[in-house]
């Protein structure tokens, strides 16, 4: 619970502040935890907190893709400020080849050889991943690994 506490601080902090945009993405965020928790009856842990913050970082990236090809980059800064906000929460992102490494651990661990193997490898790949690396990404580098 400590990473929602630290949310829900700075949100004060924001508000005290008068950081309108900053504030605005912490209710985002706290929406989205308050929403899951509700839907799925659970008090939220702190890898789940991040799940959902590596998901609105996934959307917010989609929707810039889509603005920025729509001609639209006042409504994509907006979704890239929003991002640099959730990042904040997030773990340090990996360097390619920390990322490697645990791919190629999971790789030997899994003896995976083909394609078919993928689901192990990934099962084994994303707890250590999960926001601190993009999943999509790293599905591609071991499919092409595998294939």
């Known amino acids: 619970m400590a ?10 902090a924001a508000m005290k502040g008068g ?9 985002l965020i706290l929406a989205a935890i308050k929403q899951r928790e509700v839907d799925e009856r659970i008090e939220m842990t702190d890898a789940d907190i991040l799940n959902v913050l590596d ?5 917010r990236r989609e929707s810039i893709a889509q603005y920025s090809k729509a001609g639209r980059n006042d409504l994509a800064d907006a979704e890239s400020a929003e991002i640099t906000v959730i990042q904040a929460y997030l773990p340090e992102p990996l ?6 490494e645990i791919v190629q651990t999971a790789m030997t661990e899994t003896e995976a050889k083909t394609i078919a193997d993928m689901g192990k490898v990934m099962a084994l790949v994303k707890p ?9 990404l790293v599905s591609a ?3 092409s690994r595998l294939g």
């Open 128 to 136: 250590k991943l999960q926001g601190r690396a993009d999943l999509g």
């Open 141 to 143: 580098r071991i499919k």
């Open 55 to 59: 998901k609105m970082v996934k959307q």
């Open 19 to 27: 950081d309108k945009e900053r504030l605005a993405t912490i209710r």
């Open 95 to 100: 360097s390619e080849t920390e990322i490697d």
């Open 3 to 12: 990473l929602k506490q630290s949310i829900q601080d700075d949100m004060k």
